[in-house]
């Protein structure tokens, strides 16, 4: 089954840096990918969606590239400030032609904190 | 809307007894899936329904772990005998529908401490 790779699990940056972590998954059919975001003692947020057929997607703040020939997914945060300090999670969903249903695959997650 | 709610937010029980976890989905979202976030593993999928209907169990470990949903506005995973390598945090998490892409909307989770 599907498997995904996260890195790196801790990372720390100072305010106004940016801040890159890097998902690589292994099946070839995945299609659907997420990145949450996850602040002490609170849900998991969804940062962001992107489909296989996408590249790039911009968000408040972050950037989200796909590498569909590397298998990799990654996610850039521009001028990191301390409110973005959480753990950060990525998540792959494989396309299953016979299923409606497609279980989510998580990262390990990183611990982002960033440094005033 | 209130989000997906999960009760309690924290449990501790005894080795050997058992915990019953609550879910509310979101009103109107059709598929309801749980998922356990440890240290070690990280977090792993355990089980979902759609419409009230299991589906797929098959992250559910065989042994002391049910889920149930008897009906469209709360789920619960019910654990028997429980043991220290079950304290984790359990998150629920509902979408509207059950394709790949569809955002799932997670609870806060129930930090369950088996003693």
């Known amino acids: 089954g599907e498997q995904v790779e996260q890195r790196p699990p801790h990372l720390s940056v100072r305010e106004g840096d940016s801040a890159v972590i890097t998902c690589t998954y292994t099946?070839?059919?995945?299609?659907?990918f997420f990145w949450y975001k996850q602040e002490p003692g609170a849900s998991l947020q969804l940062l962001m969606k992107?489909?296989?057929?996408?590249e790039i997607n911009e968000g408040q703040g972050f950037t989200v590239l796909l590498n569909k020939k590397d298998k990799r997914l990654s996610l850039n945060l521009t001028a990191a400030h301390p409110g973005d300090s959480a753990a950060y999670f990525c998540?792959?969903?494989?396309?299953?032609?016979?299923?409606?249903?497609?279980?989510?695959?998580f990262g390990q997650g990183t611990s982002l904190s960033v440094v005033p | 809307n209130a989000g997906v709610i999960q009760t309690p937010r924290h449990k501790v029980t005894g080795k050997g007894q058992e915990a019953t976890l609550w879910c509310e989905p979101i009103?109107?979202?059709?598929?309801v899936f749980w998922y356990r976030q440890t240290i070690v593993q990280g977090l792993e999928f355990l089980t979902y329904?759609?419409?009230?209907?299991?589906?797929?169990d098959s992250g559910m470990p065989k042994e002391r772990f049910s889920a149930q949903m008897p009906n469209q506005s709360h789920s619960t995973l019910k654990i028997q005998s429980t043991q220290p390598q079950d304290s984790a945090v359990y998150l629920c998490?509902?979408?509207?529908?059950?394709?790949?892409?569809?955002?799932?909307?997670f609870g806060p989770g129930t930090r369950l401490t088996v003693l």
């Open positions: 992107v489909f296989s057929s996408t």
């Open positions: 329904f759609r419409n009230q209907a299991p589906i797929d």
């Open positions: 998490a509902s979408s509207l529908g059950d394709w790949g892409g569809a955002e799932q909307f």
């Open positions: 998540a792959v969903s494989p396309l299953i032609a016979s299923s409606s249903f497609s279980k989510l695959v």
């Open positions: 009103s109107g979202h059709s598929a």
């Open positions: 099946d070839p059919n995945s299609y659907y």
